[in-house]
């Protein structure tokens, strides 16, 4: 049992609506091991100390040695040194003997020096002390996970068609473009389950318009597609394209739905329409008429958004353009410039993008009281999904798919998310193996990356490899940056191999859903790091790429290039399924201990724990035609295996979730239900 303190600073300057429950105690003071004095909070680490935490960030699992901000930006490189990624996710859990877990809510920044100055010791800075500090102790660190999700609220379940295999790619222009991937997924036979409209299909990039030269029958386009069971999922971006004639912009100027300049003006930004205007999300009813905008594009048949940009992004604002462009004309006749000048006068351009000062210039006004933006900066994605979510839910009795870019803890109860414009690197399939129990411990449990990596060429090695770990993570999508090489599935030789792991994920997708649904509503992670589940296994401790996935099976993905062995450290005995497709497999008992397997390409892995089991069904090209109640059970029987199958409709808002047990005395059972 774990129990929960509320200690608060200054009063928080908006309500943040993080927290659902109330299952804390109020108190004066913090506890002797957390020092607040001189504006900084210092706990000291014993060197054994693991700190989990952070959600979306950088580096390992482990988040010791790192300085990180929770300031949700929009980053183009993910690197070992960025301090902050998208999301602003401010829980961290110390796990030792006595474990204790930190959640700061406030909208403002705050800086984590986890072990980075001092090794031995965590630091954490506020520029604006408001808010509340939540502590969390208890004997066990699971607990101390569960106790913090309850206090946030259930997380975002999405429709069963959110978990089929995604094909995106920045650069679909028009309608053949998408029926060429369709057809082609469809000759390799690649279960498919969504295609996404990235920006390209709206009217020069324009919220809730359509191109219609190069959709001309959307309607009957998506209602084609849907009969094969394939949705089209479009992007909203945050910003509202400068134009008039344009319904949202009139709409927008006329109620002061716009975030504003310091004169009360709307505050002008560019990005990808160029000259656009940021709705006030803060403001409830600028965020419910945004949201009551997706109305047009559901019409149409769509039932799935992803909404970007909404950390916000800024390319540039034309107030720093202007003053970059008035340094260079200053220079003009001083070409013979020192290094120095020469960089100040190169920093003006490159610090165009996402500048700290133009958040400082944006306004927002809620409940007739002005913000400064930068104040409040982290809930600005937040309440653009709130918008889109309550809508929705008002609305509609089926559940709608929606991933948001930015985020913070709450928005899990409303949207996915995705963790942003990675890189076909090794090093961000490793990231992305190690983010996921931390963005699990904040409630994000559907997420997942750009599978292959959004910039940068892909390999086929890389595609599989990442496949290989995606096809265990909720969202699971291929997306690409235009101006990148094509990494559709079938673009790579023997597309044969790339159909065999697809349909894998369809088999499994039994077990994954159930999982999923077990952990949303036990509040328990869906990733789980070793070190949690065997906390009197000194082993576990610094294990990193090996993860507990749901309630019975651990993998060990690799993520390293020409590589087809890999070291595995097995906590207790388990049974080693190799899987070289859904139908094609091996067993092998495996003990205790250190192993070095060999794992070729295409190969997938997965340890049974003891007494526990795996489902699958027969796979097929889409979700909206499996039978999730045919399956076969590959269990390990020592000692007899059970298992609690969780299952819904897939579909409506309000689904009932039904509980099967299911025994097996045999490693391979079939079961009907
Ligand atoms: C942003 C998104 C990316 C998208 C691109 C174009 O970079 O993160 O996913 O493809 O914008 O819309």
């Not at 559940?399 to 949207?415: E, K, T």
């Not at 790429?545 to 906590?571: C, F, H, Q, W």
Request: with cysteine; hydrophobic share 35%; charged share 25%.
């Amino acid at each position: 049992m774990a129990i929960i303190y509320k200690y608060s600073f200054a009063k928080k300057i908006i309500e943040t609506n993080t927290i659902v429950g109330n299952n804390y105690n109020d108190v004066k003071e913090l506890p002797q091991e957390i020092i607040y004095e001189n504006n900084e909070i210092r706990i000291n680490l014993n060197p054994r100390d693991v700190v989990y935490g952070l959600g979306q960030s950088t580096r390992g699992m482990n988040k010791r040695g790192g300085i990180y901000s929770s300031f949700c930006s929009d980053v183009v490189m993910h690197l070992e040194e960025s301090p902050s990624l998208y999301g602003a996710h401010n829980f961290l859990l110390i796990h030792r003997d006595n474990p204790i877990a930190l959640f700061f809510d406030t909208p403002s920044k705050v800086t984590f020096d986890v072990g980075f100055t001092d090794s031995n010791l965590i630091r954490i800075t506020m520029e604006e002390w408001n808010g509340a500090c939540f502590f969390i102790k208890g004997e066990n660190s699971l607990d101390i996970i569960k106790e913090f999700r309850i206090l946030i609220g259930e997380s975002y379940l999405p429709p069963l068609y959110g978990f089929g295999y995604q094909q995106s790619r920045w650069g679909y222009k028009n309608e053949e473009d998408i029926k060429n991937v369709v057809d082609k997924y469809e000759e390799n036979d690649i279960p498919l389950d969504a295609v996404y409209l990235d920006i390209d299909y709206m009217e020069r990039f324009k919220d809730f318009t359509i191109n219609s030269e190069a959709f001309p029958n959307l309607k009957d386009f998506i209602a084609n597609l849907k009969q094969k069971g394939i949705h089209l999922i479009p992007i909203i971006d945050a910003g509202v394209k400068i134009e008039s004639g344009y319904d949202v912009y009139e709409e927008g100027i006329k109620n002061n739905y716009f975030c504003q300049d310091e004169n009360g003006n709307p505050f002008i930004a560019s990005v990808w329409p160029g000259l656009v205007h940021f709705p006030d999300f803060l403001n409830s009813n600028a965020s419910k008429w945004f949201g009551s905008h997706y109305k047009k594009l559901i019409s149409l048949g769509l039932d799935g958004f992803w909404n970007d940009m909404n950390e916000p992004a800024i390319f540039y604002t034309p107030k720093r353009l202007e003053i970059a462009i008035k340094a260079v004309k200053e220079t003009k006749d001083t070409l013979d410039l020192n290094v120095y000048d020469y960089w100040a006068l190169l920093g003006n351009f490159e610090k165009l993008a996402n500048n700290i000062l133009d958040y400082k210039d944006m306004y927002h006004v809620v409940e007739n009281k002005k913000l400064n933006h930068y104040d409040v900066h982290n809930l600005y994605g937040y309440n653009m999904v709130k918008g889109t979510s309550e809508y929705f839910k008002e609305n509609y009795k089926e559940r709608m798919f929606l991933i948001s870019r930015s985020s913070c803890i709450g928005m899990h109860r409303y949207s996915g998310i995705w963790t942003g414009d990675n890189r076909s690197w090794w090093s961000h399939l490793e990231l992305n193996i190690k983010m996921m129990p931390n963005l699990n411990m904040v409630g994000f449990l559907y997420s997942g990356a750009d599978t292959g990596g959004f910039g940068s060429d892909a390999t086929r090695e890389l595609v599989c490899r990442w496949l290989e770990f995606s096809l265990f993570t909720p969202l699971f999508r291929n997306h690409s940056s235009i101006g990148t090489r094509n990494q559709e599935l079938y673009n790579f030789s023997n597309p044969k191999e790339f159909s065999n792991l697809i349909k894998l994920r369809y088999a499994l997708m039994p077990y994954l859903y159930s999982e999923y649904l077990k952990a949303l509503k036990n509040n328990t992670l869906l990733f789980t790091p070793l070190a949690l589940k065997y906390q009197n296994d000194e082993c576990c401790l610094e294990i990193e790429d090996e993860l507990i996935v749901g309630d019975s099976i651990m993998i060990a993905p690799v993520y390293k290039p020409n590589t087809t062995k890999r070291y595995v450290y097995l906590p207790e005995d388990m049974l080693l399924v190799r899987f070289r497709g859904y139908n094609d497999y091996d067993t092998k008992k495996m003990s205790k201990g250190h192993h070095f397997i060999s794992v070729k390409l295409f190969e997938v892995l997965v340890f049974i724990l003891p007494g526990k089991m795996l489902l699958l069904t027969e796979p097929k090209n889409s979700t909206s035609k499996l039978n999730m109640l045919d399956l076969i059970a590959i269990a390990n029987v020592n000692p007899t295996a059970k298992y609690e199958y969780f299952l819904d409709d897939g579909k409506y808002i309000n689904s009932e979730i039904k509980k099967y047990e299911i025994v097996a005395n045999e490693e391979k059972t079939i079961i009907k239900l």
